[in-house]
């Protein structure tokens, strides 16, 4: 299984059923090291399934004291391949620390640079 921090849109119902054909379970959690940002969504079935135009994204700071709360979601290797297809090319998936000391997948700006 694979441990993925949604902060954002795969925390909807909708988007989990459209996506994955279920609903995840998960445990709050929060990232440490990133600002919360907004994208312009333009693919028609990514718009459909949210209902939004803007996603909110990450943008990594590096600052400690910058956290963003959210749901990490345990996934299937399938599941995850089927979120990366979900995520507009404006994210990347990165492996990023959690502020419960465990590590997960996010989709940041893929114009972040990480450590």
Known sequence: MQALFSYGT???????????????????DALIGYQL?????????????SGKTHHPI???????????????????????????EYEVDAYQRVSAPLQSGNTCWIYAAAESSHD
């Open 10 to 28: 795969l925390q909807h119902s909708q988007v989990q059923l459209d996506t994955f054909g279920r609903l995840l379970e998960g445990e709050p």
């Open 37 to 49: 940002g907004e994208v312009e969504i333009t693919d028609a079935a990514v718009i459909a399934s």
């Open 58 to 84: 990450l943008n990594y700071t590096g600052d400690h004291d910058d956290i963003v709360r959210g749901t990490v979601f345990s996934i299937t290797d399938a599941e995850l391949a089927q979120a990366d």
